[in-house]
């Protein structure tokens, strides 16, 4: 059976050259020859977004970030973030036109290397119960699906071109929320995270005749804000590794993704969750 891929003659080039070299070190032997790596983050403020940026700005990359919140110079470390933050709802899907022309505007025609769709929300009761289908608003659901569904479909679409131009990977981040219930995600939640995790295989398909990754990493309980409080004491017990993960932990899957080492690695989803699915 056929792939039925738009135009095949664009991937029957020559296959890559093999690099010898650690394939993590790559970007510092260009960093040398004043190449910088760029990528849009969204959500860079707070948990996983925040160890991302760090990760990827000590790498030397160039961050892009937006988030609903100002850049806080005090928090973000790197290197021209107050330039390029831009602050966006990017659950309104009116602002995201505006949002990809300022993106475009500070690459100013250099290449995007990465797009890490990692903003999401995962709304609860206001005792911090999960949201089912039957009690979750149609608000609810619209606000979720925007933000976590929707934006990463025209954040890479509009920013397609400059994507196709650095070869470069996208990473849609899914959770494990998205493939089995989950005691504090809610329902509008766990739906976005599986059709995330969908469009990851359809966008690999499409995007792939251009040299282009599509990739999703799902995390199981991390350490962040998102995390509800009893998380530790009720989940932990069942987790094969008896912890729950890091930022960082996550940030260094994310790094991969990106990097020379997955150059052949598309339309995956992979687990960062102790073994919590196993
Ligand atoms: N933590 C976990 O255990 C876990 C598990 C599975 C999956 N995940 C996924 O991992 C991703 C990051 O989660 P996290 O735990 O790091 O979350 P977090 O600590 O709550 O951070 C969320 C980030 O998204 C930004 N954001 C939220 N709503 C936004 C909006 N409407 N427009 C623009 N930016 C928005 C926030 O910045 P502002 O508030 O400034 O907008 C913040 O930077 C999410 O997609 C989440 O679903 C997390």
Same mark, same amino acid.
């Given at each position: 059976?056929?792939l ?16 010898l ?13 004043g ?7 969204t ?11 760090k ?12 988030a ?28 995201l ?5 300022q ?19 995962s ?13 979750t ?6 606000r979720?699906?925007?933000?976590n569904?929707?934006a990463?479909?025209? $954040? !890479? ?8 131009a650095?070869?470069?990977?996208? /990473?849609? &981040?899914?959770? %494990? #929320? ?6 504090f ?6 739906t976005?995270?599986?059709? $995330? !995790? ?13 040299? /282009?990754r &599509?990739?999703? %990493? #799902? ?33 260094? /899957? ?25």
């Amino acid at each position: 059976m056929g792939l039925d891929l738009p135009n095949d003659d664009l991937i029957a080039g020559p296959l890559p050259e093999t690099h010898l070299g650690c394939p993590f070190r790559a970007d510092e032997a260009r960093l040398h020859q004043g190449e910088q790596k760029a990528m849009l983050l969204t959500g860079a403020s707070r948990g996983i977004g925040h160890a991302t940026a760090k990760l990827f700005s000590e790498a030397g990359w160039r961050i892009i970030s937006c988030a609903r919140q100002p850049f806080d110079g005090a928090r973000c470390p790197w290197d021209s973030g107050r330039e390029d933050h831009v602050q966006v709802d990017l659950s309104d899907y009116q602002m995201l036109p505006r949002l990809i022309a300022q993106v475009k505007e500070r690459l100013a025609g250099a290449p995007l290397h990465a797009l890490v769709n990692n903003a999401g929300i995962s709304p609860k009761t206001s005792d911090g119960d999960r949201l089912t289908s039957l009690t979750t608003s149609t608000e609810t659901w619209m606000r979720v699906f925007h933000l976590n569904l929707v934006a990463p479909i025209l $954040l !890479a679409r509009g920013l397609f071109d400059e994507l196709r131009a650095a070869s470069g990977s996208i /990473v849609n &981040v899914t959770s %494990i #929320a998205g493939s089995r219930v989950h005691p504090f995600a809610g329902s509008a939640y766990a739906t976005s995270k599986a059709a $995330l !995790a969908s469009l990851t295989r359809e966008m690999a398909h499409d995007y792939a005749p251009y040299g /282009v990754r &599509v990739n999703a %990493i #799902a995390p199981g309980e991390i350490r962040t804000d998102m995390l509800s409080p009893d998380t530790e004491a009720r989940l932990v017990p069942n987790i094969p590794l008896r912890r729950v993960g890091t930022p960082d932990e996550v940030a260094k /899957v994310i790094f991969f993704l990106c990097s020379d080492a997955a150059s052949y690695v598309t339309g995956a989803e992979v687990p960062i969750n102790g073994g919590q699915h196993l």
